[in-house]
């Protein structure tokens, strides 16, 4: 009995790791979004920005969007959203890990269905915006924006379009609808 527990707790303590390691990785990548030096290349000027679009439902045609400012830090941050660090089943995790990185905290298995907010976070001087549009769009379908600032610079004087319209730059696409298509496709010719 002594050993089965022993098992049990180890288990408990492996699997508590593997998710604040999860946390740690996207406030690392939030800590580098954040604290890059903005060099012009931004779009618009002053304001770094992802915009992560739900498309589809699940295992039709499904995936992501990521628009982004164009600079090198926000295209990296899409690029590493898209690309297995975000869930397409449970969105409302994504926007909770990233309020996470800023101190707030939420019971354990928790999702908002019908969430539409804008959050001013601030760390230091620096002004960092996460707006949530999961209430009045299409099942499968949700957005989230998160931006930051230069200095001198906010939402009105470097601004947007509503979160889940089309934005100004770069989309990237993720591959998973086209692998899951590809899958079916020769499911049926065999």
Request: hydrophobic share 40%; with cysteine.
């Amino acid at each position: 009995m002594k050993r089965k527990l022993n098992f049990v707790v180890m288990g408990l303590a492996l699997m508590g790791s593997s998710a604040a390691h999860a946390a740690d990785d996207i406030c690392k990548k939030i800590a580098i979004f954040e604290s890059t030096v903005f060099d012009g290349t931004e779009n618009p000027e002053g304001r770094r920005w992802i915009e992560l679009q739900w498309r589809g439902v699940w295992l039709v045609d499904w995936g992501f969007d990521c628009s982004n400012s164009g600079d090198e830090v926000a295209k990296d941050l899409c690029s590493w959203l898209v690309n297995g660090n975000v869930s397409f089943e449970f969105q409302s995790m994504l926007p909770r890990r990233i309020l996470q990185c800023y101190g707030h905290e939420f019971p354990p298995n928790v999702s908002w269905r019908e969430w539409n907010s804008e959050i001013d976070l601030w760390r230091s001087d620096r002004l960092s915006i996460l707006e949530i549009k999961f209430g009045d769009t299409q099942p499968g379908n949700g957005a989230i924006r998160f931006s930051t600032f230069a200095d001198n610079k906010d939402d009105v004087l470097a601004e947007l379009p509503p979160v889940g319209r089309p934005t100004p730059t770069t989309v990237m696409p993720t591959p998973i609808a086209r692998e899951v298509e590809i899958i079916f496709e020769n499911g049926d010719k065999e």
